[in-house]
């Protein structure tokens, strides 16, 4: 089954959950049809001329979400300024389930230099699939590109390494092993 990352929620989604090109263009959108649907009800929202409290209310929640989403190095269409935007009761998870994560963010992120939000968001993503794909796939790959080894030390033969992210990856490395373990104390 062929899977997207939506560039919105970056969620990982089966591509059926993105809305195909029209006009023959090839592919689908960046943003799944979740996401569509909020973007929609907000610029449905923001463009009526009198809107109830709770349609003000749910506004506001949009705009919350998308600021979160902001935080989280995602991309929302536009946060607006001094407007408020969101849904309903999905909306009122989704932002809950952001808030949580742009929290978990700004705390799980070392004092060290910026980091990359491909590496960082691993720290904060909902873990779902096997603990060896996040093990054997993902982390090999963030340790590869984030840890590359830079030469041979003449002295000791061994390999040095850039330890530029080195704290960052072993706080993924500890969270993956972390979800290993529940994993398997489950089932």
Request: glycine content about 2%.
């Given at each position: 089954m062929a899977t997207k990352i939506c560039k919105q929620c970056g969620e990982l989604k089966p591509e059926?959950?993105?809305?195909?090109?029209y006009g023959g263009r090839k592919g689908t959108y960046n943003?799944?049809?979740?996401?569509?649907?909020?973007n929609s009800r907000e610029k449905y929202l923001s463009s009526k001329s009198s809107r109830t409290v709770d349609e003000a209310h749910e506004l506001q929640k949009i705009c919350v979400l998308w600021e979160y989403q902001t935080t989280l190095g995602l991309?929302?269409?536009?946060?607006?300024?001094g407007k408020a935007t969101p849904l309903s009761d999905s909306l009122d998870s989704m932002v809950d389930k952001y808030a949580e994560r742009a929290m978990a963010m700004k705390v799980a992120i070392p004092e060290s230099p910026e980091a990359?939000?491909?590496?960082v968001q691993w720290l904060v993503n909902d873990l779902v699939d096997e603990p060896d794909f996040y093990l054997e796939e993902v982390y090999e790959v963030l340790e590869k590109k984030y840890r590359p080894q830079l030469r041979i030390d003449q002295d000791s033969m061994m390999?040095?390494?850039d330890d530029t992210?080195?704290?960052?990856?072993?706080?993924?490395?500890?969270?993956?092993?972390?979800?290993?373990?529940?994993?398997?104390?489950?089932?």
């Open positions: 059926e959950q993105f809305r195909k090109y943003a799944c049809k979740s996401c569509e649907k909020i991309r929302p269409p536009r946060v607006h300024q990359p939000l491909d590496l390999p040095v390494y992210y080195r704290d960052i990856l072993l706080k993924i490395l500890d969270r993956f092993n972390a979800y290993e373990d529940a994993y398997y104390e489950k089932g």
